[in-house]
């Protein structure tokens, strides 16, 4: 991320029961480990809801249906010493390939820094707690305030 620069990005709270689908990232400045929902960059002239399909169609060779908007979160944070600033677009979708919830992990690729990642199933109630800390801020309380709704 250039300095300076806003990032429209896309995440996706892939559900199954209790649990959510996240990543695990690890703040070496900070000390500090963060979870956080699949989903990456807005490409320019493409809408978000086109990015959290491609996203997901990139890094873990899956499609998606029942897309939806959720909201909106404004990130302002620092990672790895350096300042970001993001406009999240939350959207909730369910997989096409209904395996891929009978899985405890998925292993994805992650093409912008050619690494792969390990997708993992995690509780609600472990999200919630400041050893799992769910990033960005304030997606707790959407993923809260959505369930209420279901």
């Known amino acids: 991320m250039g300095a300076g620069k806003i990032r429209p990005i896309v995440l996706c ?5 209790d649990r959510f689908l996240v990543s695990r990232g690890y703040d070496s400045v900070k000390r500090d480990y963060f979870y956080r929902p699949l989903g990456g960059g807005i490409e320019f002239g493409e809408s978000s809801r086109d990015a959290i399909i491609r996203e997901i169609r990139e890094e873990l060779s899956a499609e998606i249906e029942n897309v939806i908007l959720l909201g909106t979160i404004e990130n302002i944070f620092t990672l790895e010493g350096k300042p970001g600033h ?3 677009m ?6 096409v390939n209904s395996s891929l919830y ?7 690729y992650e093409h912008g820094i050619r690494s792969t990642f390990v997708a993992e199933w995690r509780s609600f109630g472990d999200l919630q707690h400041k050893a799992c800390r ?7 309380e ?5 369930a209420k709704q279901r």
């Open 142 to 146: 959407m993923i809260a305030a959505a």
């Open 102 to 108: 009978e899985q405890n992990t998925i292993i994805g």
């Open 86 to 88: 993001e406009i999240v």
């Open 90 to 95: 939350v959207y909730d979708a369910t997989f």
């Open 13 to 17: 709270l892939f559900r199954y029961e």
């Open 134 to 140: 769910l990033v960005p801020e304030g997606l707790a």
